[in-house]
């Protein structure tokens, strides 16, 4: 089992539709979660972080954390082309304490078709 | 200001060769990593430093060497690379370790 699970994609939605990015992560002493947004050729620039269950929101984006069942979501509101990205999901390991190490899943990648 | 810059943009070199890829950052951040990205993967973590020190080194290869001269730099020292090495190296920050990562726009490195 991997540690970080996404599903790779493409998820392919109309522009303005609701985006809905999951991933589940196996590690329970997790403690941070990280959305990242990568652009084909770019590095990752960070969307969203949350540390404590129940959603965060941003703008067009929300967070969503369930620590019980080890999974965290990014939902995109009005989703737009520009918005057509790999979208990275990144756990801190627990295990490893205060290490600073992020374990990344595989990336979702996100097509928004107008 | 949450800006982390990288040189050089990208980089061809042979596999006898000796180069530096360098990173900086001034927001402060007291711990800083070196990352390598293979296309359609994610990042690899490949050295975290915290307070100037080596903390993590990921079992990476010595012709990968890593310095961190002041809170501020960091560079990843490359010599003897393979055409395997090539990838997109990142360079990120964190005020602290396990604090929130931002990243440079990488180092394209393209081994010969």
């Known amino acids: 089992q991997k540690e970080v699970e996404q599903n790779s994609g493409p998820l392919s939605v109309p522009e303005g539709a609701i985006a809905s990015l999951n991933c589940t992560y196996s590690?329970?002493?997790?403690?941070?979660f990280f959305w990242y947004r990568q652009y084909s050729g770019k590095s990752p620039e960070l969307i969203m972080s949350?540390?404590?269950?129940g959603d965060k929101e941003d703008g067009r984006f929300t967070a969503q954390l369930n620590k019980a069942s080890q999974y965290v979501s990014l939902l995109i509101r009005d989703s737009q082309p520009s918005d057509s990205a790999t979208y990275l999901c990144?756990?801190?390991?627990?295990?490893?304490?205060?290490?600073?190490?992020?374990?990344f899943g595989q990336g979702t990648t996100l097509q928004v078709k107008p | 200001d949450t800006e982390v810059t990288q040189t050089p943009k990208h980089l061809v070199m042979g596999m006898t060769n000796k180069k530096s890829l360098k990173c900086e950052q001034h927001?402060?951040?007291?711990?800083m990593y070196w990352y390598k990205q293979k296309a359609k993967k994610p990042p690899e973590l490949m050295f975290v430093?915290?307070?100037?020190?080596?903390?993590i080194n990921e079992s990476v290869p010595s012709r990968f060497s890593p310095e961190c001269p002041n809170s501020s730099l960091l560079n990843l020292h490359l010599h003897a690379l393979q055409p395997e090495d090539s990838a997109l190296y990142l360079c990120?920050?964190?005020?602290?370790?396990?604090?929130?990562?931002?990243f440079g726009p990488g180092t394209r490195l393209t081994v010969l």
């Open positions: 990144a756990v801190t390991s627990g295990s490893s304490g205060n290490t600073g190490k992020l374990i």
């Open positions: 949350i540390y404590s269950n």
């Open positions: 927001m402060g951040h007291r711990a």
């Open positions: 590690d329970r002493g997790s403690q941070s």
């Open positions: 430093y915290s307070y100037e020190k080596l903390s």
């Open positions: 990120a920050s964190s005020l602290q370790r396990a604090d929130t990562q931002y």
